[in-house]
């Protein structure tokens, strides 16, 4: 069973991949299917189905929007990214590390309670010393010593953490303080554990 289970997910996988590129999918039939399949869940997850402004464009364009959607997007996530009020973007590393490794939370199978993580190490390399890590995202290590440790480009890495969207228009890093999926002092660590001298991700 599982086996079959399987071999149609690479199916549907390959043949969304086909209609990617052939587009021959009229997209509202494909949303009326998706909105189909979560007619059981709670409101809350029903209205995680639809897309905002940003990600219809993305969608629509097979994330290539044009140079002006590219700039408009870009313009209306920055002006979202909310900074911690005390104006400090820099926690503390040891806690940003478990945001980086941590890939569980929200997930269906998840406990409502159970900590959530940024999951990085599923995109990124980030400390030498760790061994596993995806390669979706550009290596992140020596990111803080690259950038001299500047207080502006740890400010700007708060913001891409907070929303990836306000750098890059259909970014496919998760959107972590847009969405409310990392907390403030979440963002503040892993920023540190990026700029923090002492992390092993400038070792
Ligand atoms: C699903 C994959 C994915 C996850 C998870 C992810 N990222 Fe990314 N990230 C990317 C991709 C892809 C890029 C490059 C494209 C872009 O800039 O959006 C990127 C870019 C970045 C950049 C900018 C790199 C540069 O070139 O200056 C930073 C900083 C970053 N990620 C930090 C993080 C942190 C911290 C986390 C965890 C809280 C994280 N990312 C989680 C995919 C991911």
């Not at 209306?76 to 980086?100: H, N, Q, S, T, Y």
């Not at 390669?135 to 700007?156: D, I, V």
């Not at 972590?176 to 990392?182: C, T």
Request: glycine share 6%; aromatic share 10%.
């Amino acid at each position: 069973m599982k086996k079959i289970i399987l071999a149609a997910c690479i199916a549907l996988a390959s043949g969304s991949a086909f209609a990617q590129s052939a587009s021959k999918v009229d997209p509202a039939l494909v949303d009326r299917y998706v909105q189909s399949m979560w007619s059981k869940v709670s409101d809350e997850w029903k209205a995680r189905v639809k897309q905002d402004e940003t990600q219809a464009i993305c969608s629509a364009t097979l994330n290539a929007p044009s140079a002006a959607e590219f700039e408009k997007i870009v313009a209306r996530e920055k002006a979202a990214v909310v900074f911690p009020a005390d104006g400090k973007v820099m926690g503390d590393w040891k806690a940003g590390l478990k945001v980086a490794n941590t890939g569980t939370g929200g997930q269906f199978s998840d406990k409502p309670e159970t900590y959530k993580g940024g999951n990085c190490y599923a995109c990124h390399q980030m400390a030498p010393s760790e061994l596993s890590f995806g390669t979706l995202g550009p290596s992140l290590t020596g990111y803080g010593k690259a950038r001299k440790f500047a207080p502006e480009e740890a400010k700007a890495a708060y913001a891409k953490i907070y929303n990836a969207q306000a750098v890059m228009a259909c970014s496919q890093m998760p959107r972590f303080g847009h969405n409310k999926f990392l907390t403030e002092q979440q963002m503040k660590d892993v920023t540190a554990f990026l700029f923090d001298p002492e992390s092993p991700v400038n070792k």
